[in-house]
């Protein structure tokens, strides 16, 4: 060939077979990741969608140096995106295997009481807010013993917000929690905590003088707020 300055300019393509290797964390093949090799500019050299095939890119020079970057892709849902890799071809002497991990995102959702034991029959919803859509939970949200668990199910860079839709009595409902997941990630489930605190009430009776007074028959009823603001019993006392 002949560069810029009219110049003779010899390339030399790899002889030698360079395998790219798509796959989660266990090893299995994953497909649907879109995947794309840039030169030392940042120029495209090769793309494609992994299949779950070995690829063999074409077009690669002996003496450069490459670097194998994987982009979002619609069709590839819960996984984290795999970190750059470089493919260095300046001293090539045998073929090449490159392997390019994408680890599952796992969500832990633990629903727990203020002293971390878990709180049951609390129904939450999952709410995609980059997606804008309702993420279905094992149980129709019902919390259990166990902790929720969401497995290759997310997106990665996406944001969440946790929330209770339904509660029972003896414990205040949580406020909601946002997170967002990174681009970048691992295998290590993100355990995402969500506390109820527990209505103990103590009664003290005593009298102007502060003084304890035993032996005071008490009552706790329910009490709702009428048409002057004030405070009266939620049902008719018979």
Known sequence: TVNSDGENQIITVVNYRIGIHKTDEKGNPLSNASVVIKDENGN???AWISDGTVHHPKGLQEGHVYTLHEE?????QGYYLSHDVTIDLSDLRQDMDVTMVDDMITVQIEKVDEQGNPV?????????QTGNKVIPLPQDGFTGKEPIVLEGILEAGHTY????????EGYHPSTSIRFELPLYGTATPLV????????????WKQDDQGKPVAGAGLQIIEAKIDEDGNYVPAYDED
């Open 161 to 168: 917000i946790l929330e209770e839709i339904q509660w029972k």
């Open 72 to 76: 979002q892709s619609e069709q590839l």
């Open 44 to 46: 495209p050299v090769d």
């Open 192 to 203: 995402i905590r969500m506390m109820d605190l527990s209505t103990d009430i103590s009664v």
């Open 120 to 128: 049951t029959d609390i129904r939450l919803q999952l709410i995609d």
